[in-house]
C-alpha cells in the first residue's frame, strides 16, 4: 500500500523496526495507562529520545520535514505515544534554540536517551499561554521552585522536566530538573481512557533546589523571544502531525478493506494529504532557519485547518467503515475519539482568533 508509506520509510530510517515492533501490539495495550505500556521503552531502546538532537552533539538529526513524517507515522500506530514523543520533543527543540548553553545538558538527554517532560505553560482561564504556572526564587546561592504542571505527559516515564517559570525581577525562564530531585511529586489528574498513555497526570513541585546552571533565561520581559518561538512552532507542526496520524490510521482502515467506493476514498486522502502538504510547507521555512512572526501566525492557520481536515476525514472514514467496524473493534472509535483531541491543546481557535485577526490587519499578534 502507497498510503503512509513515505512517513514509515522516514520513521525506519531513522528508528529501524520501531513500526513493525508497534504493529504487532493490539492498539489498545499500546495505549493503557499503566507504566509497563511498551512503546515509551521501545522508543528509548532505539534511541528516540535523540531524535531532533544534532548529530554532533549524539543525536540522529532529524529535520523538522522528518520529524512530522516520524511523528504521523507513530499517530497512526499509536496515539498516545505520539503526543507523549511531541512534549518531549517540545522540551528538546525549546532547549536547542538557546544554541552554545544548553550543550551539555542536549548531550547528556543523548547520552542516556533521556525522556524530558514539558512543563511549559498552556492556556488557562484568565492567563495567556506564556504565563508560567510555577515561581522560581533565588535561594542558597540557586533557585528554589514551587508550582504544579498539570496535565504534564511523560509524568511517570520522565528523567527530566523542563519547566517554564516565574522568576521575581527577571520574568520567564526555563528550569530545567530531574524526576527524583527532592520536593517533586506526582498526583493523578488524567481521568479519561483515551490518550491514557501519554502519562498526563499532575507534577507538583514543593520547595525544589535548583543551582543557577539550571536555569536559562528569557531575552525578553514580554511576547515570544526567539528560543520560545522555536519551541513554538516545533510544537505546533509536531502536535498537528501526530493527531493527523490518528486520522491516518482510520484512512488506512478505509483503504485496505475496500470499504465505500473509489470517490469516497480518494476524498479521504484529499483531506489527509493536503493537510499534511500544508505541515510541510511550515517545516520547510523552519529548516531554512525562519523564525517570524510571519511563520508563527502561518503556523496556526496551518494547525487549525489539519484540525478542521481530521474532523472531516475521521467522520467520513467512520461512516464508510460501517456499523461492522463499530460492532467488532473497539479500536475504531477508540481512534474516532483521539483524532479529535487536537482541538483540546492550547492555544484554542477560539483564544487564538484576536490575535490572528490582528496580524491579518497589520498589527503585531500578541497571543493571549
Known amino acids: ?23 504487532k501490539i493490539p492498539l489498545l495495550e499500546l495505549e493503557r495507562s499503566s507504566i509497563m505500556n511498551p512503546g515509551l521503552s521501545m522508543f528509548r531502546e532505539l534511541d528516540g529520545p535523540a531524535l531532533l538532537i544534532a548529530r554532533e552533539l549524539g ?3 532529524a529535520s523538522p520535514m522528518d520529524a512530522i513524517q516520524i511523528h504521523r507515522a507513530v499517530g497512526a500506530r499509536t496515539p498516545s505515544l505520539a503526543i507523549a514523543m511531541t512534549m518531549h520533543h517540545l522540551s528538546v527543540t525549546t532547549l536547542m534554540e538557546y544554541g552554545d548553553c544548553t550543550t551539555k545538558l542536549l548531550q ?8 524530558v517532560a514539558s512543563g511549559f505553560a498552556e492556556g488557562r482561564s484568565g492567563a495567556g499561554i506564556l504565563a508560567p504556572t510555577m515561581q522560581a526564587e533565588p535561594r542558597n546561592g540557586g533557585y528554589v521552585i514551587n508550582g504544579s504542571k498539570k496535565p504534564c505527559s511523560l509524568s511517570s516515564s520522565m528523567h527530566l522536566l523542563a519547566a517554564s517559570v516565574f522568576v521575581a525581577g527577571r520574568t520567564r525562564a526555563i528550569a530545567v530538573v530531574p524526576s527524583d530531585a527532592e520536593g517533586i511529586s506526582l498526583k493523578p489528574f488524567w481521568k479519561n481512557t483515551v490518550l491514557a498513555g501519554a502519562e498526563s497526570d499532575e507534577v507538583v513541585l514543593a520547595n525544589v533546589q535548583i543551582s543557577e546552571q539550571q536555569l536559562f533565561f528569557h531575552d525578553t520581559a514580554a511576547g515570544m523571544d526567539a528560543a520560545e518561538a522555536g519551541g513554538f512552532l516545533w510544537f505546533q507542526v509536531l502536535i498537528a502531525a501526530s493527531y493527523l496520524g490518528v486520522a491516518s490510521a482510520l484512512v488506512e482502515r478505509v483503504i485496505a478493506g475496500g470499504h465505500g467506493d473509489a470517490c469516497g476514498r480518494t476524498q479521504l486522502a484529499l483531506e489527509v494529504e493536503g493537510a499534511m502538504s500544508s505541515l510541510e510547507g ?7 532557519g525562519d523564525r517570524s512572526e510571519a511563520l508563527r501566525a ?4 496551518v494547525r487549525f485547518s489539519v484540525q478542521q481536515a ?3 476525514a475521521s467522520v467520513l472514514a467512520m461512516e464508510l467503515l460501517g456499523g461492522t467496524a463499530f460492532l467488532e473493534s473497539p479500536d475504531v472509535t477508540y481512534l474516532l475519539a483521539a483524532s ?4 483540546l491543546h492550547p492555544p484554542s481557535r477560539l483564544s487564538a482568533a484576536p490575535a490572528l485577526d490582528d496580524y491579518l490587519a497589520g498589527k503585531p499578534m500578541q497571543l493571549v
Open 310 to 312: 481530521i474532523a472531516r
Open 59 to 61: 543525536g540522529k538529526g
Open 108 to 115: 547528556l538527554i543523548t547520552g542516556g536517551q533521556l525522556l
Open 1 to 23: 500500500m502507497n498510503f503512509l508509506r513515505r512517513d514509515r520509510d522516514t520513521l525506519e530510517k531513522f528508528l529501524p523496526s520501531f513500526d513493525a515492533k508497534l504493529a
Open 340 to 343: 479529535q483531541a487536537l482541538a
Open 282 to 288: 511550515v517545516a520547510r521555512a523552519m529548516q531554512a
Open 298 to 301: 502561518q503556523a496556526f492557520f
